[in-house]
């Protein structure tokens, strides 16, 4: 006897998943984090940066090169205020060079 297997959307397999919902629920709130701190970065670093994990009052930035970390480092403190201005529960933002 055969089953058919039925194709899922993403969206679908994440309804029906608590653990996929949760991943795409902190994806978008990451993608949310970049674009509220947008402005305060210079626009020739900005393609430089990607949205990374959070993990509890942790956020990660993941960076092409270690001249943007070396830069974005110089602004965690204002881009960790604003966040927590904007109502996100922010203690650090961790930095990640990817390699």
């Not at 900005?46 to 949205?51: L, V």
């Not at 990374?52 to 092409?64: A, K, S, T």
Request: one cysteine or more; hydrophobic letters at 45%.
């Amino acid at each position: 006897m055969y089953r058919r297997q039925h194709s899922v959307s993403l969206l679908q397999a994440s309804q029906d998943s608590p653990t996929l919902a949760r991943l795409t629920e902190l994806t978008r709130e990451s993608t949310a984090r970049l674009k509220a701190i947008e402005s305060l970065i210079p626009p020739a670093l900005r393609p430089a940066i990607q949205a990374g994990p959070i993990e509890g009052p942790v956020w990660c930035m993941i960076l092409n090169n270690n001249a943007a970390a070396a830069k974005i480092r110089q602004l965690l403190p204002s881009l960790e205020a604003h966040l927590r201005v904007k109502g996100w529960e922010v203690n650090s933002i961790r930095l990640k060079v990817q390699i």
